[in-house]
């Protein structure tokens, strides 16, 4: 039996509130390193707290009926999950953030609506033939420096010049790589790199913190540039999708992804995306890790658009997940996107 005023702590609304409240505002305020402390006890106090409020309602009108409660409630949840999902059209209709990705446009720790009545408005379309589209997903990339062809890579630049990619590569021990690394990373705007008929334009960007680093800031088709960050609100949702990556993808091992669909591409009347977090350096695509590369997702692939966003108040559903740990990027996001070098 538990000690009344203990009893108390867990079952008495006030108390719950209170717990919930003040757990929120100290996992955002105290450091990152306590952070995953505190949510763990937050998760754990609602769990408790769910124990022993059943526990003590089943002890007043019995567990019997107790439990049927619990059936029509789970049941009602469902009903409501489930028919929200059928008027938006989607198979997940409410999610939590997760990441820092699509920092500041969203948080982690946001509550979206999804829905899938609507494909997202992307900023550009191209029709591709399916004999162009094989080297996009192919991951061979040619590099080039003030247009001049240098390097043929089964990576990305950005992914070939990341330190754990530099430390276990053998090009690195001739110096070669490393040159190569430390002229992109200090003027990226002179590198562009390819992937079939598409190119990936490199500039400067600059995070929240002054800190200067490479990233993409165009894509070029068919002789045309095409800039990511047009005069265009980061607040705005209509491009933004939710996405199942394929199996055998590096996004994969992250489960769905909250991204920037900016290119639609037609493959033959097949559709896929071209996605992008605002926080993130490159397309997911030049994302690659230990073999694994991705995919640009198809229509089939999107769950929906993020059609409406609650902050803060997907917190609580991370305190019950193992995404626990809170990452200083969700504040040190990028701010400013430099010129695209025109060779």
Request: aromatic share 12%; with cysteine; charged share 15%.
């Amino acid at each position: 039996m538990l000690d009344p005023s203990l009893k108390r702590f867990f079952t008495d609304g006030r108390y719950q509130l209170a717990v919930l409240v003040v757990g929120l505002v100290l996992y955002l305020v105290l450091p990152y390193s306590f952070r995953p402390y505190v949510g763990l006890l937050v998760g754990i106090y609602i769990i408790v707290a769910f124990i022993v409020d059943t526990a003590e309602s089943a002890s007043q009108v019995g567990w019997r009926e107790e439990l049927k409660e619990l059936f029509i409630l789970v049941v009602v949840v469902l009903v409501i999950y489930y028919g929200l999902g059928f008027i938006l059209a989607t198979s997940a209709p409410i999610s939590s953030v997760v990441s820092c990705s699509m920092a500041p446009s969203i948080q982690r720790g946001d509550l979206i609506i999804i829905s899938n009545r609507s494909p997202p408005h992307t900023l550009y379309a191209f029709n591709i033939s399916p004999k162009d589209f094989i080297p996009i997903i192919s991951h061979n990339y040619t590099v080039y420096y003030d247009g001049r062809p240098i390097l043929h890579s089964g990576q990305s630049l950005y992914v070939l010049c990341s330190p754990s990619s530099l430390q276990q590569s053998e090009l690195s021990s001739t110096s070669s790589l490393t040159s190569l690394c430390s002229a992109f990373n200090k003027e990226p705007s002179r590198f562009k790199e390819s992937l079939g008929p598409l190119f990936f334009d490199y500039t400067t960007c600059i995070r929240k913190n002054g800190e200067k680093q490479a990233c993409v800031a165009a894509v070029e088709w068919n002789g045309k540039t095409y800039p990511l960050y047009p005069k265009r609100k980061s607040s705005n949702l209509a491009d933004v999708i939710v996405y199942e990556p394929r199996k055998g993808t590096l996004f994969r091992q992250i489960g769905q992804i909250i991204h920037r669909a900016i290119i639609e591409i037609d493959v033959n009347g097949e559709l896929y995306y071209l996605t992008k977090g605002d926080n993130n350096n490159v397309f997911d695509i030049q994302f690659s890790a230990s073999g694994l590369y991705n995919e640009p997702p198809s229509k089939t692939d999107v769950i929906g658009r993020v059609i409406f966003r609650v902050p803060l108040l997907g917190y609580y559903k991370l305190f019950l997940s193992p995404y626990l740990r809170d990452d200083p990027m969700c504040k040190n996001y990028i701010v400013n996107i430099g010129a695209v070098n025109a060779s």
